[in-house]
C-alpha cells in the first residue's frame, strides 16, 4: 500500500475490523475507524478492541451508524480515504429469524450509503476512492452441495436473510462499479477465528459450554467438515487485495469477487477435541467437555470449503496457521480476558 493512504474501515471495533486495523496501523497506514457498537453481543468486548486501537497514533473512530444518511458523508469528508475497506454488517445466521429489521437496516441501506459516499467521494473529500473492499459471506452459497465452493458456481439459493442480503451487495457493488466506475472488491469469508473473536460463532460457544460445564451438541456424530481460518491469515490475504484493484472484466467493470478462506477443511470432531486440549492447556477448563452426539440435522451439509485458487493465483494468498497453533492463540486470549471465577459465576 502507498505510503500516507488513509484507509477507512467500518465495523473498526467488530472482530476482523478490529485485527485489520491493528496490522495497518502497524505498518504505519493511518486508519479511520467507524462502528455503531451494536449490542448484537457484548459490547464490552467492542470497547476494548477500540481501546487497544486508539493507542496508535494513527486512529481516528468515529461512533456511526452507516445506515444513517448524514454520516457516512460526514466521515468521508474526515478522513479523505484512498481505500474503503466495508466490514461493517448485521452478522448471524440465526439472528436474521428474531431481528430481519437489522439486516436491512445495516446490510442494504448501510451498504447503499458506503456505495453512495464512494460515488461522491470526489466532491465529499477532494478526490476519488481508489478501492472498495467489501465483507460477502460464504453463506451466498447456500444450498449449493458441490464443493468445494467456487466463485464461479451459482449462488442464487440463499438459505437465510443475512445470506440474501450479502449476495445483494455483490450485485448492488457490481453496478456501482459498471456506473461510476468505482473498482470494488467482494470477499466472500468463511468461517475465521481467532482471539478476541466472536461470541456468536460456534468456537467460542462450545468454549463458553465447556467453561459452564455444559453439553456440546455435535451433530452427525461430529463427522462433518468445516473450514477454518485464523485471523492472522484473513487480514494479510485482505491487505493484498487492498493494494490492487481488478482488472476489468468481460464488460470493462472492475469488480472482482474470491472466496477468503482455508481450503483444507477440518473434521468438526477433530476442531472440538483440538479446542478442548487447547482450552485444557490454557487453564480454561480443567476436563474434556460433556458431548452430546446426535443424528445429522435436515438441511446440513456434510462438507463446506472454500476455493481460493483465485486468491492464490492473483494475490500468492496461502493461510499457513496450523489449526493447533490458531487454536492455543483463541485459548490464551479468552484464558486472560475471561476470568474464570467471573465465568463460572
Ligand atoms: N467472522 C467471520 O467468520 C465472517 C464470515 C463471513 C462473513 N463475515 C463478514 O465479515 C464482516 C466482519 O465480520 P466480523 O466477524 O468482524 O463481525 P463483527 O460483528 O465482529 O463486526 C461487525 C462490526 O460492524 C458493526 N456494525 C454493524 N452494523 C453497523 C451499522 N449499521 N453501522 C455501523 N457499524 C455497524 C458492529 O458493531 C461490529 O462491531 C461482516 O460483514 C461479516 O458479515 C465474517
Not at 444450498?143 to 455483490?170: I, M, W
Not at 481467532?194 to 467453561?211: E, I, N, Q, W
Request: glycine share 8%; hydrophobic share 35%; proline share 5%.
Amino acid at each position: 500500500m502507498k505510503e500516507g493512504t488513509s484507509v477507512l474501515i467500518t465495523g473498526a471495533a467488530g472482530f476482523i475490523g478490529y485485527h485489520l486495523s491493528r496490522y495497518l496501523l502497524e505498518q504505519g497506514v493511518s486508519v479511520f475507524g467507524i462502528d455503531n457498537l451494536n449490542d448484537y453481543y457484548d459490547v464490552n468486548l467492542k470497547k476494548v478492541r477500540l481501546e487497544l486501537l486508539s493507542r496508535y497514533e494513527g486512529f481516528r473512530f468515529v461512533r456511526a451508524d452507516i445506515a444513517d444518511e448524514d454520516a457516512l458523508p460526514d466521515c468521508f469528508r474526515q478522513a479523505k480515504p484512498g481505500i474503503v475497506v466495508h466490514l461493517a454488517a448485521q452478522a448471524g445466521v440465526r439472528y436474521s429469524i428474531t431481528n430481519p429489521e437489522a439486516y436491512l437496516q445495516s446490510n442494504l441501506v448501510g451498504f447503499f450509503r458506503i456505495l453512495e459516499a464512494c460515488r461522491h467521494a470526489e466532491a465529499l473529500c477532494g478526490t476519488g476512492i481508489s478501492h472498495l473492499v467489501y465483507a460477502s459471506s460464504s453463506s451466498v452459497y447456500g444450498s449449493n452441495r458441490q464443493v468445494p465452493y467456487r466463485t464461479a458456481d451459482q449462488a442464487d439459493h440463499p438459505v437465510s436473510l443475512y445470506a440474501a442480503t450479502k449476495k445483494s451487495n455483490e450485485l448492488m457493488a457490481y453496478a456501482y462499479s459498471k456506473l461510476y466506475g468505482i473498482p470494488a472488491t467482494g470477499l466472500r469469508f468463511f468461517t475465521v477465528y481467532g482471539p478476541l473473536g466472536r461470541p456468536d460463532m460456534a468456537y467460542f460457544s462450545f468454549t463458553d459450554k465447556m467453561v459452564r460445564g455444559e453439553k456440546i451438541q455435535l451433530f452427525n456424530n461430529g463427522d462433518m467438515y468445516r473450514d477454518f481460518t485464523y485471523i492472522d491469515d484473513i487480514v494479510s490475504g485482505v491487505a493484498k487485495v487492498m493494494s490492487r484493484i481488478p482488472d476489468p472484466d468481460e464488460n470493462g467493470v472492475r469488480h472482482k469477487l474470491y472466496n477468503i478462506g482455508n481450503n483444507r477443511p477440518e473434521k468438526l470432531m477433530y476442531f472440538v477435541e483440538t479446542l478442548e486440549q487447547c482450552l485444557m492447556e490454557a487453564g480454561v477448563i480443567d476436563r474434556p467437555a460433556q458431548k452430546e452426539f446426535l443424528p445429522m440435522q435436515p438441511g446440513d451439509v456434510y462438507q463446506t470449503y472454500a476455493d481460493i485458487e483465485d486468491l492464490i493465483k492473483d494475490f500468492g494468498f496461502r493461510p499457513g496457521t496450523d489449526l493447533r497453533d490458531g487454536l492455543a492463540e483463541f485459548a490464551r486470549w479468552y484464558a486472560g480476558f475471561y476470568p474464570r471465577a467471573q465465568k463460572t459465576d
